[in-house]
RNA sequence: GCCAGAGUGGCGGAAUGGCAGACGCGCUGGAUUCAAAAUCCAGUGCCCGCAAGGGCGUGAGGGUUCGAGUCCCUCCUCUGGUACCA
């Protein structure tokens, strides 16, 4: 047998370790701990994909490799096992998706064995455990019972809301409404995709073009009751926290944007007293678009001359002035009253080039404001609005519509009337859900401008460095949306931008026109989906005497968690857009408490609820007291690395911080982040495939005249023509210039690149196949080799057959393969290590060492195979070498390691054997070559700082130094103190030559001693190869 | 559009501002073999040259530096993310 056998070895070491519980971790670490996580999987039907393993073994390999040096670690594995393909396969073959799930779990557990990774496998759990769920829930009725104190950025338990004296005096009722408004958990109507020939409401994925992804039915927006998260609430401290964070930068800058934090202002813009839209009140008297308030010169108001009327709302000036007079007294109201149309601006500074106003389509006063004659217009576009999907209001819909509500606002800082617009390039979700428009200075209100004629005003001079046309700029010509110098800003003139923004927002601040405003791009987390397969809600309606809702809840008492789901006939959709716990059978769905009856909650969690906190219930995963007893808690967490797909930067990450930091304020976790250092594993792409196309009459068409069309099909770009993609073997290409043309025809391009792992392109990898033919040892080692693990990177089966031979010949190199058992190879010996083949191994520590703690897996392997090509030459092979280098391996390659150090005549499993070490010292060579740079007129080496060459180079009055002087006189002095070998050389050890080396072009100095004794010889070539030594100045 | 990352041999990739291409694959030649596989040895960036040797080389162009794959600027290409957030 000696002949390496993974099938074999590997099997007999995952049972040992299995039986010896070698990875069991402590209840509480001794010594320093280490928690490292790995994301875990959804448990496909399709098992591990090759992706899986790639963080799995390198998180693995930093767990081993700890061990040994002494860490007490913690790494756990377990499934995120709700989610919709399970529900699918429900439908499809009507059984509970639990049994599915439950094998695929199985499966995964099998294939993670498999591996031979280091978990903890008593820890395991599932999503979709009971005891699990439980607590999932239980963690949702904190987030319902906390609101958030502003004051002191931190959420309380929902007894501490203070509740106004109005509202206690309302009665209970009222206070239990007024708190459901506080909670960090609270309902509101949400859109829906409803796909009414399904009967079912579709996730956002699963709807593509405004049709199902599922035989392209129709579907429509709905907005039906939900359950939401008040993430906004710690924005700015899931914001602020990325700092101290050990994560990617891209990572944090993902985050950021997404939670979006901007500062600015509001600004109240006065559009008069009054009634229902219609006819115009005293206050606001028609007045004639270019007299009055608009200023004489520029262009007036703005409002396109096919939309003016006489009718239109406008506000008189006189009640302008006296709303204004009275804004100075009463402050800046914290809600707008009926009387203002309110504004978020992050460019306070161009108040002055306000042109137009636009108001979101869904805005409460678009009624109020349209007067009798524009409803119908008015109304048709809002109808037209509410019917486009986000989609088709974002990509779809490249133009900017809008329509004109035939209203006016006053703009403050000038008095001049403003048209308002409804438009629905703004959002009614952001801000106030109305701007001022200044299409100078902003592109979207640009080519809204242009679109509909609306005058354009430049208010900020761009100056002449910027990257604009200036004149164009001033002219209303082109936009401009950097930073300037204020002009047509009366009383503002020559500010720059940013002074201005402060200068002007205080002004609005004091005249009670406006402040200062914060806004973010985060919304709030819907929170509850339309499907069977999830967590249910632990919530309880109460009904009145009819059996209609009140509209108040209660949360089922903790000792009544968890709430199961209920056994279902069938899981066919009911065909209504309520979720499909409402065909549950009546006990389930009506609970009855203390003679009340209650309808229970029916949406359920999305697949972000579970994964939100596992990494907490791994530390305590058998406790049914609590999710996470606190000393427990306290002794592991934070998470020290965690490394996961880049696809889960923003939502799952934002999400599990943001519960995290509620657990926190509730004091049930003492870390304010969950996870200290992230790191993003890359994707793996299939293997390279080369591509040529071919037209219908199947002559070849170079892959430079092909575009893709819409659907993705490859066309001619010339005329169109559909052309047809050809698999080319890679013996039939040929590199010439840039890239690849077929072979013997130059003419012809062909595309080379590597595609995502899909299963209808088959180019996926299966684990199991990969085991079966190479072993995981190989399959885990050649996923570390590929490349750095953060880089995108495409298979190669001749890769994995590459590392597996290094595999064979480490074990040749120690192992007689010819013998029929494992005995030790015939060249292994007791010698002492000779003092080079001591540099070797001590090298190799120290790379391999090195290399694991930043990561560097795919360099530590290749360390390990010049280590192996060394000590496989040589005919006696001292254990004192090969031992270590099998621990430096069993990270990587444990199986074998193993079975290695058994044969090495060790009885116990080395997964707590001390690590290597490495001795500087053995790390001196007596001989090195150092390069040094001449240049003619001023040759000089580096900085002399570079512990192993800088002794040579540097400026020739440097300590240490050699170099050339102006002259071009080469003085090679060394010193042995440079080399930083500790103790190898003394300073003082040194030699010093000069040579002419006008006429060289490169010199070499070879640089031998002997502990303690410094000698130097140098050759230095001239432009003939002629040896400067020969040549001494 | 915007944001992020990346462009190095035939391929995957190495290289704290200091001999570009470590290591692996592939390829070429040799040993072993009846033959093949496997294994071992040698070679392998490109061009010129029998050779010695020489020239050119890290997407393109500029710059900083004694010295640039590495730092700075401009541009090109690819990959991923994102979509009117005022």
Known sequence: MPRYNPATIEKKWQAYWEEH????????????????????PYPSGDGLHVGHPEGYTATDIICRAARMRGRSVMHPMGFDAFGLPAEEHAIRTNTPPRESTERNVANFRRQLKMLGFSYDWSRELATTDVEYVRWTQWIFLQIYDTWFDEALQRGR???????????KAAGDAAVRRYQDEHRLAYQSEAPVNWCPALG?????EEVVDGKSERGGHPVERRPLRQWMLRITAYADRLERDLDALDWPESVKLLQRNWIGRSTGAEVDFYIGEGGTGGSPTSADLPIDVGSGLSTGGQATSGTPRDVRASHDRKPSEAAFVAWKAARAKSRYPKKPGEDVLRIYTTRPDT??????MVIAPEHPLVDRLTPAARRESVEAYRQRAAAKSDLDRTELAKAKTGVFTGAYAINPVNGKPVPIWIADYVLMSYGTGAIMAVPGHDERDYEFAVQYDI???AVVDPGLEADVDRNAVLAGREVFTGNGVAINSPGYEGEVTPAFKKKITADLATQGLGREAVNYKLRDWLFSRQRFWGEPFPILHELDAAGNKTGLVRAVEERDLPVNLPHLDDYKPHGRPEPPLDKSPEEWLYPVIDGKRYKRETNTMPQWAGSCWYYLRYLDNENAERMVDPEVERAWMPVDLYIGGAEHAVLHLLYSRFWHKVLYDRGVVTTPEPFAKLVNQGMILGEVEMTGYRDAAGAWVSAREVKFGEDNTPVRKADGQAVEAVKIDPANAEKHGEGFVLKG??????????????????????????????GADALRLYEMFMGPLEATKPWSMDGVSGVRGFLDRAWRMIIDDRADDVRLSAAVCDDALSAEQNRVLHKTIKAVTEDIDRLGFNTAIARMMEFTNYFTKLDRR???ALAPFVLLLSPFAPHIAEELWEALGHRESLAYEPWPTWDEAALVEDSIEVPVQVNGDDARGGEGGREDRGAIGGEADREGAGGAGAAGVFCGEVRGAGLGARGAARSGDWAQREYDIRRATHARIKWEYGLGTGSLSCSCFGRNGHDLRDDPH
């Not at 338990?157 to 004296?165: D, M, R």
């Not at 792992?757 to 190479?774: F, I, L, T």
């Open 200 to 204: 079912t409401v579709l996730a956002n």
């Open 455 to 457: 005058p354009i005003v």
């Open 745 to 774: 025809n130059a003419a012809i391009q062909l595309e080379s690149r590597a595609f995502k792992m899909s299963k209808s392109r088959g180019n996926v990898v299966n684990p199991d196949q990969v085991v079966r033919e190479y």
């Open 157 to 167: 338990p929902i007894v501490e809301l203070p509740i106004p004296a109005e509202v």
């Open 351 to 356: 108040l002055f080039g306000a042109t137009y």
């Open 878 to 880: 001292p254990r004192a």
């Open 21 to 40: 519980e070698t990875f069991r971790s402590p209840r509480l670490p001794s010594g320093e701990k280490l928690y490292v996580l790995d994301m875990f």
